[in-house]
């Protein structure tokens, strides 16, 4: 009779033998996440005869059986992979030029077998892999090693940028600034990466009570900016290692000054209408109530209408009458907000602080340079995408068209998310026996 009873444990444990290091809690709160965003698509089309709820599950079903896939999977593999996976990369998003469709005044999709698929949701995962693989052979301690990683990263950005999908370009960069630091990349370093792009935020956009200095016609300068190239002067002299003639300040300095003059080219000649409208309405979305700021006016009013309970599931009015336009995709959020209150919200905001607890633990008990590094660029994706996601919803950044994680419609991302979970899970799976914890 004993041998009888241990016979189904043992059956059990042969069974998960493959994933016997993996974090089940890690895999459960995604799928609950995604089953929840199932619940609240259903909802912002209830009265609608469209079925994204049902698409949305069906991807986060297929997406598990990927990440389960995976997990199994040896994550060391995908070294001697990885300038294929940056090729294929590459060209994926190439043919989004050539054969790709256009809606909307953006080319982003290819039409595969009569679904819409998006390359660079896709290419998140090829560029974490890329520079996974190439910084934990040489860390970012060095400018050489920081500036190969940066162009490396260059030509899928630039690709993903012309289609245009700003959204995701600087998905790109907050993968790539979270991986080079954990890659030891001095601080400093990385505040002037990115500082040419404040400056030119800080040139091209009339902020209040700044008025712009003209020198000559073709010459602006921005109260802001300039205050702002000088402190980057400042951390330039402090952490570059050309400090002979000043010329690290100089350099940080004019880096930014050429940085804000391009931004006023860039907002004047590239930029379409809808995405200046995007970056600035925020900041006053009340100057165009029906049209640009219509809909983060609707979103705040959505959620501060939940206030701590909500309405209840399916009862929101603003959600079931459709007032918050593309309420299922980027303005998810808001359905949470009004149908589910501050509880609710608060709920959905804890799940996803500990899904990115737990990635950070698998980050740091990953038993080489290269696991790490591949958890902390999945980490860096889910947290940049979940504040401004969140942030755009009540009034804190701009409208950016980033989805919410496992939460917006939207089956290339979708798969994308399950995809990183699963090598997330595959570096859980083979580090080194860890205590508990």
Not at 1 to 14: A, D, F, G, N, T
Not at 18 to 35: E, G, K, M, N, T
Not at 393 to 400: D, E, F, M, N, S
């Amino acid at each position: 009779m004993l041998l009888k009873r241990s016979l189904p444990k043992i059956r059990w444990q042969y069974w998960l033998k493959p994933w016997q290091q993996v974090d089940w809690l890690l895999f459960f709160l995604p799928v609950a996440v995604s089953f929840f965003g199932g619940l609240m698509i259903l909802s912002t089309e209830f009265r609608k005869p469209v079925t994204d709820w049902w698409w949305h599950w069906l991807a986060a079903g297929i997406g598990l059986i990927i990440s389960l896939f995976l997990a199994r999977i040896r994550y060391e593999n995908m070294i001697q992979w990885h300038w294929i996976t940056y090729g294929l990369t590459n060209f994926s998003l190439l043919l989004v030029i050539f054969v790709g469709r256009n809606v909307n005044g953006a080319q982003r999709w290819i039409s595969i077998g009569g679904f819409n698929v998006q390359p660079s949701e896709f290419a998140k995962v090829g560029m974490i892999i890329t520079l996974a693989a190439l910084l934990h052979r040489r860390t970012a301690s060095s400018l050489e090693n920081v500036f190969r990683a940066l162009a490396i990263t260059a030509v899928p950005w630039g690709l993903v940028f012309i289609q245009p999908d700003l959204a995701t370009s600087l998905v790109f960069g907050a993968i790539v600034l979270g991986m080079l630091y954990w890659a030891n990349a001095n601080p400093g370093w990385l505040i002037l990466m990115i500082s040419p792009i404040i400056s030119a935020i800080l040139f091209s956009i009339p902020w209040p009570l700044s008025q712009p200095i003209v020198l000559l016609k073709e010459l602006t300068f921005s109260p802001l900016g300039l205050l702002w190239a000088g402190a980057m002067g400042v951390v330039g002299w402090r952490t570059l290692p050309w400090r002979k003639f000043n010329i690290s300040a100089w350099g940080a300095f004019f880096a930014n000054i050429f940085g804000g003059e391009l931004g006023i080219f860039i907002w004047n000649h590239v930029l379409r209408e809808y995405q200046k409208n995007r970056l600035s309405v925020f900041m006053n979305p009340e100057h165009d109530p029906l049209g640009a700021g219509y809909h983060l006016i609707q979103s705040r009013i959505a959620i501060g209408a939940g206030e701590v309970w909500g309405w209840g599931l399916f009862k929101g009015p603003m959600t079931q009458l459709n007032f918050v336009p593309e309420q299922h995709t980027d303005f998810i959020f808001s359905a949470v907000g009004e149908e589910l209150g501050f509880v609710g919200c608060f709920l959905l905001l804890s799940a996803f602080c500990l899904i990115c607890f737990r990635i950070l633990r698998i980050a740091q008990t990953s038993k080489d340079n290269f696991g790490s590094l591949l958890a902390i660029g999945v980490l860096s994706m889910i947290i940049f995408q979940l504040l401004v996601n969140v942030g755009m919803t009540v009034g804190l950044a701009p409208v950016a068209g980033i989805p919410l994680p496992w939460m917006s419609y939207g089956r290339s991302a979708m798969l994308t998310n399950f995809i990183s979970l699963g090598i997330v899970e595959s570096v859980a799976n083979f580090r080194q026996r860890q205590s508990h914890y």
